[in-house]
């Protein structure tokens, strides 16, 4: 057959059937990633089909993918927002990172993996997936909890960490000189926080540069300015997705509000391709024998990220059932966790174990997570003394 029109009909059968699975996750309440990436197992390397024709448009649309997901995680925040949740959170973040990165580098460790593995899979397990969390707050009606506001303090904190975290991982990866990772990590250092100063300063500016009344010339601004940051951000080593970030942080107002409208659909779709593309890239037959242990990582990573949801909600003056609320918001891994992996795995600088490790784990927790945030209260509620229940607000 043509590889056009083998590419085409590969595309349109993954695209749609891509809409099957987010139809099926939203009826059973859950996140539709974990269908996503075992959609891409079954039709990847190992899988029951393999599809090769759309191979090459798949990378490129994971990248998009990628740039979009974290171009609307920045949308979320402004630049002010960021570093008042950082001031108020940041006790509480350091305990995640210490809780739940530790974990996973031992586990890469314990492996024989190496020193680089111990790093990715610390970053895999840090991570929360802002996404999914965001969605079951949202869906459960919790926007307006006392508890809400740790966790999102929470998750930002996590996201700045992600600023500085992603750089220095490309540079491990790309096995440059000591010197040589110095200089990658401060020129990623000074362009965070250069673009910090000129989005607090100068926002306004940027969200008017992008800004149009038309949406058809709106798009067109916004997504071209993502790619291009993003472009610029990978060509100074410093990660495509966090230049996509600093680029959403610096758009505010109303221009952020639009925005997000009109990408949503857009995100949606090359952040489904992206999670098919990782598991494309991943051989089902690598899952089994790493199965056990990614039970026994989410089964600690759960715990630890639940204890820093509690702790964090209870210096907030929470009440019970709120702290435990708070916990179980946290525990989904998902976009972010990928994104590690699969930048790992695409530099050939860890094992290929990672990989099924990774998906394995990711599968779980980002079923486990929706699910302990939808049952935690009740099961707190019936084990627990009625007077220890007096919310606070």
């Known amino acids: 057959m043509d590889p056009l ?20 996750a ?32 798949a990378h490129l649309s ?4 990628v740039i979009l997901l974290l171009l609307m995680l920045g949308l979320e925040y402004t630049a002010a927002e960021l570093l008042t949740g950082l ?3 940041w006790q509480a973040g350091v305990l995640d990172l210490v809780l739940n990165f530790l974990p996973g580098a031992a586990l890469a460790l314990f492996l024989g993996w190496g020193p680089v593995a111990a790093i990715v899979m610390g970053g895999i397990t840090y991570i929360s997936s802002s996404g999914i969390a965001a969605k079951v707050i949202t869906d459960l009606g919790r926007l307006g909890n006392p508890e809400t506001r740790v966790v999102i303090s929470v998750l930002v904190f996590e996201d700045l960490a992600m600023a500085v975290y992603l750089p220095v991982l490309t540079t491990i990866l790309a096995g440059v000189s000591f010197l040589g990772g110095l200089t990658t990590v401060g020129i990623a250092l000074v362009v965070v926080s250069l673009v910090l100063i000129v989005a607090l300063r100068h926002g306004h500016h940027v969200s008017k540069a992008v800004h149009s009344e038309n949406p058809e010339v709106f798009l067109l601004h916004v997504l071209g300015a993502a790619l291009l940051v993003a472009g610029a951000a990978s060509a100074m080593q410093v990660s495509a997705a966090v230049g996509a970030f600093l680029l959403g942080i ?3 107002g109303a221009a952020a509000h639009n925005a997000k409208r009109i990408l949503m659909p857009l995100r949606d779709l090359f952040a489904a391709i992206f999670f098919v593309a990782f598991g494309l890239n991943t051989d089902p037959r690598s899952i089994p024998p790493v199965l056990a242990l990614a039970l026994v990582l989410a089964l600690v990573t759960t715990a630890s990220k ?19 609320r708070a916990g179980a918001a946290l525990i989904a891994r998902g976009e972010f966790s990928i994104v590690i992996a699969g930048l790992a795995v695409a530099s050939g600088s860890v094992a290929q174990e990672l ?13 486990v997570g ?10 707190v509620r019936a084990m627990l003394p009625q007077e220890s229940l007096v919310t606070k607000a």
């Open 26 to 57: 939203g009826r059973i309440g859950m996140s539709p990633i974990p269908l996503y990436l075992l959609g891409g197992l079954a039709f990847g390397t190992g899988g029951i089909v393999e599809l090769d024709g759309m191979h090459e448009f």
């Open 370 to 379: 929706p699910l302990a945030a939808r049952y935690v209260e009740p099961l």
């Open 62 to 65: 994971a990248e998009i993918g």
């Open 355 to 367: 990989a099924g490790m990774a998906t394995a784990y990711v599968l779980i927790m980002a079923v």
């Open 87 to 89: 001031k108020g959170s």
């Open 306 to 324: 639940m204890a820093t949801g509690i702790w964090a909600a209870k210096r907030a003056g929470i009440a019970l059932p709120g702290r435990f």
């Open 5 to 24: 029109a083998l590419a085409l009909i590969e595309l349109g059968a993954v695209v749609f059937c891509l809409g099957l699975l987010a139809r099926l």
């Open 250 to 252: 610096a758009i505010s």
